[in-house]
Structure formats: C-alpha cells, structure tokens
C-alpha cells in the first residue's frame, strides 16, 4: 500500500472550479442544509430552461423520484445550439480514426449534421417523442449525431455496445421494443476492418419484431448483406434532409435513454435515465471533476455503449461545451504508445480511462510515454472498477509526471455520473481510494437498517438521498427497480438506494470502495451479473448445474470461473471451448471464461442453496475458513480444491 497522501498541485487548484477542501465543505454543509435550495441554484444557472420548472424535488411517489418538475428542456439544445452564439468554430467532437485519420467537427457542423439527422429520423422514419431507437455503432462521429438527433426529436435511444452478440441484442431490442436500429456496416480495429451489421441481420432473423427499418452508416464500404425495404443508406438519405430542425420540447422528465446492464438476477435491466437531471449532473461533474476550462481538449477512452461513454464522451463535454475526442480505435495499436501520441497530438489536457487500460498499457509499455511530450495533462481520471497502488502510481508518476490530479471516480450507469470522487484542486489524494462524495451527493457506508459502520469496518455503499441524475426506473419494471435499488437497506425507516458495492470508511472519512457485494463481477471495468452466464452455460443440453464467480485477475481486475456440473452419461472432452463459443454467442466476447472445470457436484446445504462464497475461495485459492459441516456433501470441497488447482 501506498502510504502518501498526495496534495493538489498548487497552479491547478489555483483555478480550479473548487480550491480547497473548505470549499468542497461550504457547499457540501449547503447542500445538507437546504438540499434542494442547493440543487436550484445549479439548476437556474447551468440548464437553458425553455419553461421553467415550478419544484425541484418530488419524493411524493418515493423510490419513483422527479426533479424539477414541469420544467422544459432539450438536451439538442443544452449540448449543441446554446454553444453556437460565441462557439459556432470550436470543436466539439475531434475524431480520431484506428488508421489516424483526424476529423474536427465544429459546434456548427455538429449542428448541421445533428439537424440532419434528427429529420431524417423523424420524416423518412417516422420516430417521434417516446420511441425506442437502439444504436449498434462502432466509434465513429455518427453514432453521436444520432443519440443527439434522438434527443433533438425526444426519442430514447438504447445503445448496444458492439462487443455483445446477436442474441443478446435480439434480447435489447425485444426488451425496448424498438421501431429503428440504427448500425455502421462496420468500421476499423488494429488496422483491419471488423464488421457489425451481419450481427444486427442476425439478431432480427431470430426476433425484434418491432423494428421496422433498419439505418446503415457507412464507414469501411465493406460488403454487407442488404435486407431490401428494411435496410436504408446513412449517407445516401442524409445529403437531402433540411439543416434546420426545430427541437422538442421537452419535460425534466422525459426519458433521455435506456442503457442495459447487468445485476445480480435475472437478464440484464433497462436503465432509464430522465432528461433534466441527467444533463445537469453531466455538465456540473465535467466542470468539477475534470475541471474543464474554456479551451480543454479532453478525452475519455470508454465506448459510447456504457455509460461513461455516455456522460463523459457526448452528454458531459458537449453540455460543458469543450472539445471532446472520439477515438475508433484501440490505445495499443499500432503500439503501446498510441494513446500517449495522441495526448501529444491533440494537446489533450484531461484523459480518463479504465485502471484495466492502464495495466495494459504499463505492462505493454513501462516507458512509453517517457518518449511523448505530455505536458498538456492536467487531470488523470479513472473509472469502472478499483486501480491498485501498482497502477496508481505509474498513471500518477510515469504518465502525469508526478504534476497531475488523478480522479478516482467511483459511479454506475444508475447513477448517470460521478457519485464519489477527488476534486482536482482540493482534494487531497490517497492512491487507490475515491475519497468523498461529491457536494450534493450523500453517499454512506451503513448497515442494512441503517446503522453508519464504525471507521475501518466494510459496510453497503448507499446513496441516502435522491440525486438528480439518479436511475428513475427500469424500463417496464418498476417493481424491479424498486426491489433492486431499495430492497436491501433503510434509513430512518425509508429505504434508500444501495449501490452494490461495499465500501469502509476512514478516520479522515476517506471513502474507499472494497467491490461489489452481491453477485455482479467485473471484468475488465465490464459489469456482468453472474446469473446471466449461469443462464447461457444453462442452454447447453449436456449441462446440469453451474456456478460462476469472480477470480482476481493482473490485467482485468476479475476473470470468469465457472463449475460446471454435466449431466449423467454426458461427456465433454473439450469443454472450455465449447462453452466459450456459447457464451460468445449468447453474449459475446466479454463472457468468455478463463476457467471452466468440470466438477462432480457443487458445495450445497441441505436445504440446497448453492455456497457460493466457497466456490469463490475455491476459485481464488484461498484457504478455506468457512464451516463446510453443513454442507449435504462436505467431502465435495476437497474435489474441488483439487480439480481448481489443475486449471
Ligand atoms: C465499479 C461504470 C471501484 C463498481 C461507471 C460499480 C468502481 C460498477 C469504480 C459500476 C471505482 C466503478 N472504484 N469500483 N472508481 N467505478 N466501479 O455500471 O463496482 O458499468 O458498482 O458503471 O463498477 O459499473 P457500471
């Protein structure tokens, strides 16, 4: 463990948006005072209202929580056409391609091709407030054109990373009840092209029977399958459509999109962000966070299908009205120093990335960014899943020459943006640890009655007070959103929103995230619920039980282990990869599994339930510490141990 607390550096607090740590403390104790009284003031000042809001908060229908209510707004509007008065030139998007093809795209061009867009969809499409548009898009400039164009005509677009597999996107689409896809042909990875749209062909051959037409961009003119009537041409249809399109009027709560993820039951869930509160907290955690000065070039190297994509690809940066790079490709390629010549290159001054990247990165090239001026940086953020001291300390010393801020940034895609973080001028640092919630942001480590755990002891990471950018329901399942998000912990008798993760507090109340609690692993900063592997491995004919947990991993944090018990008279010689090839297509590539082991039973109590906490030592190496007396079979533990060894 690194010991060091590491203070801001002096000229970067100096400007900073908040200073010192008494600033963070005058506006936190505002915030606790007057909550919403807080929360109005940066409504009033940062959202260009069109009709003004008559409440801040609604807790009437609580967990079902509203902010400012009957405001109006658009998002269009709030990212792109209030810029335009005195940024029309800037860049808003600067685009990077695998191969380094470079395009600026200017606040007035995002205007124009967004206004484009957004008629195509609305007059050749037929998509109006409320529909469902789900985008399966490489990294490219039109995939912000459409969420933007979707925002623009108050249409929710679900966006699908391009990693998950037809079937999964079959199962998104089904869920949203889509009416468009929009899709890329493909695009360029490592130098060569890789393809999407066959998975967008197959995922309608086998259901999504809502979509009625299907938008292709082009980007790498390789050959693709066209399903005639279905299929339409981006850059065919997109040269005739009007450069003005006038925006919808939006309500504060107003569904802005749904993006899918993984918990611990179940399919995966349809999180549904609101319009108003979302965009405030994108653009107001830009601000303090990354603190973004007037002319920033800043880059986050997520994909646009999470949420950090999201918030602080498009949503965040636009709304703060800075420059914001989109990057195709991958930051090895050509080399391990690619990323460090594009901060070169671009004069990037904030980069935020997964600690996974910078394993990768430290492990591929040690002293790579030695060779690239990288003088430009001021703020280094993390995000996804916890860095540890070794990576901490290369990102603070190696990549921001000992001068830069790191921001730890612990959030989820429920909550729409940072929840707890270092402040760049104030807060100072411990590596490794994400430090306090950010004004506004009552974030607590308490028992499941809400009793706070004494300093050092782990407790459940909860957020005791509705945030605006907060989930607001899972997309036609407000039962399990309620039951997911508060059914587990209260407070004074009211439940309260409990993250998942565990967390401990310090003598100084330095929060430090510990991972999660339940039964959600993360691999590579990839969120995946182990039920929904457990379900995919199901399928096969010759599987009758499995488990799956979480095995610490170098480079990806935690990698897939999974037991599987096959049914009697089944053989399976090869089961590693042909397990793989089905979580490859019921997923896709990010289920694969490190380990499979074939197992003659797994650890149960009598009553049957699966010791999961066993499998998970078993699968660690770890001693065993649990009393196993219970268990119906206790000798199959030993099995177990043995046959993990192996793998
Ligand atoms: C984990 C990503 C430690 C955590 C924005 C959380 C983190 C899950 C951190 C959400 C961090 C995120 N330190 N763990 N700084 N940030 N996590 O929804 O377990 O993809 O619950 O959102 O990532 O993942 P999601």
């Known amino acids: 463990?690194?010991?060091?607390?590491?203070?801001?550096?002096?000229?970067?607090?100096?400007?900073?948006?908040?200073?010192?740590?008494?600033?963070?403390?005058?506006?936190?104790?505002?915030?606790?005072?007057?909550?919403?009284?807080?929360?109005?003031?940066?409504?009033?000042?940062?959202?260009?209202?069109?009709a003004p809001y008559d409440q801040v908060l609604d807790e009437s229908n609580a967990p079902f929580y509203k902010w400012f209510i009957n405001g109006k707004l658009n998002v269009s509007n709030q990212c792109i056409d209030r810029h335009l008065a005195d940024k029309a030139d800037k860049t808003a998007i600067l685009f990077e391609g695998d191969r380094g093809d470079v395009e600026k795209i200017s606040y007035a061009q995002l205007s124009l091709r967004v206004n484009r867009m957004a008629n195509l969809l609305r007059d050749e499409f037929g998509v109006g407030k409320g529909d469902r548009v789900v985008l399966y898009m490489p990294m490219i400039p039109e995939a912000a054109y459409a969420m933007l164009a979707c925002a623009r005509i108050g249409a929710i677009h679900s966006i699908v990373f391009g990693g998950f597999s037809a079937e999964a996107l079959k199962d998104r689409i089904e869920d949203a009840e889509a009416k468009l896809?929009?899709?890329?042909?493909?695009?360029?990875?490592?130098?060569?092209?890789?393809?999407?749209?066959?998975?967008?062909?197959?995922?309608?051959?086998?259901?999504g029977k809502s979509v009625e037409a299907v938008l292709v961009v082009k980007r790498n003119n390789e050959e693709i399958t066209w399903v005639e009537g279905r299929d339409h041409d981006y850059n065919e249809l997109i040269t005739s459509q009007h450069a003005e399109c006038p925006f919808e009027l939006m309500d504060s709560e107003d569904p802005l999109f749904l993006l899918y993820t993984s918990g611990s039951t179940g399919k995966p869930k349809g999180v549904q962000h609101a319009t108003a509160g979302y965009i405030l907290w994108a653009q107001m955690?830009?601000?303090?966070?990354?603190?973004?000065?007037?002319?920033?070039?800043?880059?986050?190297?997520?994909?646009?299908?999470?949420?950090?994509?999201?918030?602080?690809?498009?949503?965040?940066?636009?709304?703060?009205?800075?420059?914001?790079?989109?990057?195709?490709?991958?930051?090895t390629y050509p080399d391990a120093g690619r990323a460090w010549k594009m901060v070169q290159d671009h004069k990037i001054n904030q980069f935020y990335t997964a600690p996974t990247a910078i394993r990768v990165l430290h492990k591929m090239g040690e002293h790579e960014p030695e060779k690239y001026d990288l003088s430009s940086l001021k703020v280094l953020g993390t995000v996804g899943e916890p860095i540890d001291p070794p990576a901490w300390k290369w990102y603070y010393e190696t990549v921001g020459n000992s001068k830069c801020a790191i921001v730890d940034t612990w959030w989820q895609t429920e909550t729409g943006g940072h929840m707890i973080s270092p402040l760049p001028g104030a807060t100072p640092i411990k590596p490794a640890c994400a430090t306090f919630a950010l004004p506004g942001i009552i974030a607590e480590v308490i028992d499941p009655d809400g009793t706070p755990k004494e300093i050092g002891e782990t407790g459940l990471l909860c957020i005791t007070k509705p945030w605006p950018s907060m989930i607001r329901?899972?997309?036609?399942?407000?039962?399990?959103y309620e039951k997911a998000y508060f059914g587990d912990a209260v407070k004074n008798g009211k439940p309260v929103y409990f993250s998942g993760d565990g967390a401990v507090v310090d003598e100084e109340g330095y929060i430090t995230i510990t991972g999660r609690v339940d039964d959600v692993i993360n691999v590579s900063g990839h969120r995946m619920g182990t039920a929904e592997i457990e379900a995919a491995v199901k399928k096969d004919d010759s599987v009758a039980e499995v488990a799956v947990v979480g095995r610490p991993h170098d480079i990806k944090g935690e990698s897939i282990f999974?037991?599987?018990?096959?049914?009697?008279?089944h053989i399976n010689k090869d089961i590693k990869?042909?397990?793989?090839?089905?979580?490859?297509?019921?997923?896709?590539?990010?289920?694969?599994?490190?380990?499979?082991?074939?197992?003659?039973?797994?650890?149960?109590?009598r009553s049957g339930k699966i010791m999961r906490r066993i499998l998970r030592s078993i699968a660690k190496h770890e001693e065993i510490t649990q009393d196993i007396s219970t268990l119906e079979d206790p000798s199959i533990v030993e099995q177990l141990v043995t046959k993990a060894r192996e793998a």
């Open 1 to 50: 463990m690194i010991k060091e607390t590491f203070n801001p550096n002096p000229e970067l607090a100096a400007n900073a948006a908040i200073k010192n740590m008494d600033e963070y403390w005058t506006l936190q104790n505002k915030a606790l005072e007057d909550y919403e009284g807080f929360w109005r003031e940066y409504a009033d000042e940062k959202i260009d209202w069109l």
């Open 473 to 480: 329901n899972i997309w036609g399942d407000p039962k399990r």
């Open 181 to 207: 896809v929009i899709t890329a042909d493909g695009a360029y990875r490592k130098g060569k092209p890789y393809m999407l749209k066959h998975v967008v062909d197959d995922a309608l051959s086998q259901g």
């Open 562 to 569: 999974i037991y599987i018990v096959l049914k009697e008279g």
């Open 285 to 331: 955690t830009m601000e303090w966070v990354f603190d973004i000065k007037e002319d920033d070039v800043y880059w986050c190297t997520a994909d646009i299908g999470w949420i950090t994509g999201h918030t602080y690809i498009i949503y965040g940066p636009l709304a703060a009205g800075t420059t914001t790079i989109m990057f195709e490709g991958v930051p």
């Open 577 to 605: 990869n042909h397990i793989n090839a089905l979580l490859a297509a019921e997923i896709g590539n990010i289920a694969i599994a490190d380990h499979i082991i074939e197992v003659p039973g797994l650890p149960k109590t």
